[in-house]
């Protein structure tokens, strides 16, 4: 298969979009449109709270199992690589063997993973399975958007995507809030048990309502040689993203990293238009939606987690908040993200994306505007308007973006359209985070000296300085032990409007790329290939 046919969508003769599904019309609850979405919900569920939920439980952790920070990092960074990685592999996979098949081994996977993870004894074992965690939750989350893509027809499917969207958005904003409950009151290992009767759920809703849907010309050989390329690459980029931050972004280590990622992409994209059945056929991205779709979802996840990164420090290590408290003090953005998701759903149906996209990203740019105007002592009002605001913003986004990537691929290309749109937000997370952490940190260390010497401070001998930089940069007092009140006091003051300069500016720069991302929404269009999802079962 050339990569021209491999996005060729419609049947013999080429008239009519091919039949995308295997069988009979659905009957009963095996193929229902709506008990689908539930059933995926419930999966994609775990992965998203699993992206939040564990940052509360590390202390916990690395005070149990004798972990020190480094170790604690790669409780986080093996989730997210491992995920990243191979999410556009899995969703190949799910093209290629079917996405209930796909979704049901990735949700098994995760819950055995978790409970594993439960019962680790070592930072270690915690490790490894976090991997495991992410791989499987790999196979889940594409297989996920494929099962809605097949399941509802075109005039469904812009709802279903934003009902979606509202369970990932509200996982992923609820986990701090779960997660601080479970180790306040039961333990960390609750945090990973908890998986396993959600996971013995969405098995049996899987078994007894998901239909097998594979496109009539879904690939029936693998690209391994595409596969390997494309990981290799992927980990090289969200590797050094990952790693920048303690480098420095001026280190050979770093760049070596960076140039590696852009060998091994130019070499896929070279390989791709030589192999019969490619990984992602190029002419995919031929679709100026669809590539415009791919950029949004990047630039939306830099300014919303990259900017959201500091929220937590500011709510946690400024205001002194509790982490029930500041999950609870992000309602506001979580319930405007419930409530604004089904509805920018129906608001794109009946407008095309375009216009929710880009007024979706206006006001996430004048909600990162806003917080960028927050101070020490500001007040829960202002601070609920800003978050409230961003997750007014992303919803129409989250919802647009998704069903532009998905709905501008043809059929047999939904897993891996829905593996690049996981992708891409991990990607722009990665990078909004690193890039962010980058301007706070520059922003930190020009103003921290002149504004401990103006304080009347004693002077910081270069490490003392240095350690306090990192410290400043979470929005952390750097009080040694024995400092008598007066001067601790004092550093406080200093430390935490040092950090707001940094938050500030941080915001300022994820304002000025939701604004970049407005243009980029223009170029956004309806899904061409909406039409050949299935419009079978009971709606």
Request: proline residues 6%.
């Amino acid at each position: 298969m050339t990569s021209q046919t491999a996005i060729d969508s419609t049947g013999p003769g080429g008239g009519t979009p091919a039949d995308p599904t295997q069988g009979p019309p659905a009957e009963g609850l095996r193929g229902h449109p709506w008990l689908t979405l539930l059933t995926v919900a419930v999966g994609v569920m775990m992965v998203a709270l699993d992206g939040t939920i564990v940052a509360i439980a590390n202390p916990a952790i690395a005070s149990d199992l004798g972990a020190t920070f480094a170790e604690v990092q790669w409780i986080t960074n093996a989730y997210f690589l491992a995920l990243a990685v191979s999410l556009i592999t899995a969703g190949k996979l799910g093209d290629r063997f079917g996405h209930r098949q796909t979704f049901l081994i990735g949700v098994v996977g995760f819950a055995a993973a978790s409970g594993a993870i439960g019962l680790s004894d070592s930072i270690a074992l915690v490790v490894v399975f976090r991997v495991f965690q992410g791989l499987f939750g790999a196979l889940l989350m594409p297989a996920a958007l494929g099962l809605l893509r097949a399941t509802f027809p075109a005039e469904k499917l812009n709802m279903a995507i934003g009902l979606w969207g509202m369970v990932i958005g509200a996982s992923t904003a609820g986990g701090p809030i779960l997660g601080g409950v479970l180790v306040e009151h039961v333990s960390w290992q609750s945090v990973f048990f908890i998986n396993v009767p959600v996971g013995a759920l969405a098995l049996v809703l899987g078994v007894l309502i998901l239909r097998d849907h594979r496109a009539e010309n879904a690939p029936r050989s693998f690209d391994l040689l595409g596969i390997a390329l494309l990981s290799g690459a992927m980990f090289c980029l969200v590797w050094a993203l990952i790693k920048a931050p303690a480098w420095g972004w001026g280190d050979g280590a770093t760049w070596a990293f960076v140039l590696g990622s852009a060998v091994l992409f130019a070499a896929f994209a070279f390989w791709e238009t030589k192999v019969r059945e490619p990984l992602i056929p190029l002419a995919l991205f031929r679709s100026v939606p669809l590539s415009a779709g791919v950029i949004l979802m990047v630039l939306m996840a830099v300014a919303f987690l990259g900017g959201l990164f500091f929220v937590t420090f500011y709510l946690q290590n400024v205001h002194g908040m509790s982490p029930i408290d500041a999950g609870l003090h992000l309602l506001p953005l979580t319930g405007m993200m419930i409530v604004g998701s089904p509805l920018a759903g129906a608001l794109i149906t009946k407008l095309g994306p375009r216009i929710p996209l880009a007024g979706g990203m206006v006001a996430t740019a004048v909600a990162m505007y806003g917080m960028s105007t927050l101070e020490t002592d500001t007040g829960s009002g202002v601070m609920s308007v800003w978050f409230a605001l961003l997750g007014l913003g992303l919803a129409p986004v989250m919802v647009g973006a998704t069903e532009v990537i998905v709905g501008n691929a043809p059929m047999e290309l939904s897993g891996v359209a829905g593996g690049l749109q996981q992708a891409a937000m991990q990607i722009g997370g990665s990078l909004g985070t690193a890039v962010l952490g980058a301007v706070m940190a520059s922003k930190v260390d020009s103003d921290l000296p002149v504004n401990w010497k103006e304080a009347g401070l004693p002077a910081l001998t270069p490490d003392r300085l240095g350690q306090a930089s990192e410290a400043v940069q979470v929005g952390a007092a750097p009080v040694a032990p024995g400092t008598p009140p007066a001067i601790a006091a004092k550093i406080a003051d200093v430390a935490h409007d040092t950090f707001i300069s940094g938050m500030s500016l941080a915001s300022l720069v994820a304002c000025g790329v939701a604004v970049v991302a407005v243009v980029v929404a223009l170029f956004t269009k309806r899904g061409q290939n909406a039409d050949a999802g299935a419009g079978v079962g009971h709606i």
